[in-house]
């Protein structure tokens, strides 16, 4: 992981909730001296106080990580905010709500951005009974695959894991307007907006 919560981060979320030195560092426990040292740059927070500090400052460890705090202006959840994580060492897919902190086999992963789909990756659709048969025009080999499709809409997310030397189709119940996501170990991950 390549950031670390900064002094100047704990600074200004102390100062939004109005709280001095010497109040913060009673509620976590710690003198006022830390918290004065960790603001003016001159000592680092321990791994163990990150929660602690969180919870005090109001804010998630993310947030206190990234130095910015996310003001959530939808409560409720919307599977459309979603963020796929895919490990490139072992192939694990990871999929979120909204941003994490997320790391596998070592190795910390980025959220995948999604670029359309294009004439390497075309997607056929067919109506079979209620649901929807999907196939991708894309070789299967061992070097060069789909390794997953999922379609998603704002209340839904259904994927299906996909194998090198197998099809690359698969059945989604599609309902209202959404998106197909393709993940293709060399082209990474694309979409194609999907209305029904």
């Known amino acids: 992981m ?12 102390r100062e939004q909730k109005r709280m001095t030195q010497a109040e913060l560092a009673e509620k976590i426990d710690v003198s006022s001296k830390t918290i004065s040292k ?16 969180s919870a005090a400052l ?3 460890v993310l947030e206190l990580m990234n130095g910015d705090a996310v003001i959530n ?3 409720s959840a919307n599977m459309l905010r979603s963020k796929i994580y895919v490990c490139p060492i072992c192939g694990n ?12 086999c ?13 004439e390497h990756h075309v997607v056929e659709m067919e ?19 789909i390794s997953f499709l999922a379609y998603v809409t704002h209340d ?16 989604f119940l599609f309902r209202g307007r959404g998106y197909l996501y393709g993940y293709c170990n060399r082209h990474g991950l694309m979409k194609q907006a999907v209305r029904m």
Request: glycine share 6%.
């Open 73 to 75: 202006q939808n409560k």
């Open 93 to 104: 897919v990871i999929h979120t709500l909204g941003e994490t902190v997320v790391s596998c």
């Open 58 to 60: 109001g804010v998630s």
């Open 127 to 145: 109506q079979v009974e209620d649901e929807t048969y999907i196939t991708v025009k894309h070789p299967m080999t061992k070097s060069h695959y």
């Open 38 to 53: 960790w603001e003016t740059a001159k000592g680092l927070p321990d791994i163990s106080l990150l929660e602690p500090l």
């Open 106 to 118: 070592g190795v910390s992963l980025p959220a995948l951005e999604a670029e359309e789909m294009d």
């Open 2 to 13: 390549n950031q670390y919560v900064t002094g100047n981060t704990i600074k200004q979320l």
């Open 156 to 171: 839904k997310f259904q994927m299906v894991k996909l194998y090198p030397e197998g099809e690359a189709a698969c059945r």
